[in-house]
């Protein structure tokens, strides 16, 4: 199990499996935002403070919801707009270094060719 913080604890979130992977998407919100992404079904993340707090935002397409503290403003995670999706991502920047260290980082076109660069 992983454990994810924003910087002043208002948001925190449990992932119950490690990835094989992180993702870095240069696509225009992930690369103003900074995250590093930890894709994951959303039944894998329990919030264990902060659920439903998180202020969201919609973007272009409106498919994807991004959530951050609207303490702190720490990006916490991305989650479908629409309930039935069956993804989600935790930005793996809120989990301490040494728990996700050694995971290969995967770098993903998201502002062009919508692939995978790697």
């Given at each position: 199990?992983?454990?994810?913080?924003?910087?002043?604890?208002?948001?925190?979130?449990?992932?119950a499996a490690?990835p094989?992977?992180l993702?870095?998407c240069n696509?225009?919100?992930?690369?103003?935002?900074?995250?590093?992404?930890?894709?994951?079904?959303p039944?894998?993340?329990?919030?264990?403070?902060?659920?439903?707090?998180?202020a969201?935002?919609?973007?272009?397409?409106?498919?994807?919801?991004?959530?951050?503290?609207?303490?702190?403003?720490?990006?916490?995670?991305?989650?479908?707009?629409d309930?039935?999706?069956q993804?989600?991502?935790?930005?793996?920047?809120?989990i301490?270094?040494?728990?996700?260290?050694?995971?290969?980082?995967r770098?993903f076109?998201?502002?062009?060719?919508?692939?995978?660069?790697?």
């Amino acid at each position: 199990m992983l454990e994810a913080s924003c910087h002043c604890g208002a948001v925190r979130l449990e992932i119950a499996a490690r990835p094989l992977w992180l993702t870095e998407c240069n696509c225009s919100l992930c690369r103003r935002r900074g995250a590093l992404w930890l894709h994951c079904h959303p039944a894998e993340v329990t919030f264990t403070a902060g659920a439903g707090s998180t202020a969201e935002y919609l973007q272009g397409d409106r498919t994807l919801a991004m959530h951050h503290c609207p303490t702190c403003g720490c990006t916490t995670h991305w989650s479908p707009a629409d309930p039935a999706g069956q993804r989600m991502a935790v930005n793996a920047r809120l989990i301490d270094p040494q728990a996700i260290a050694g995971l290969r980082i995967r770098r993903f076109d998201g502002a062009d060719s919508f692939d995978f660069l790697d």
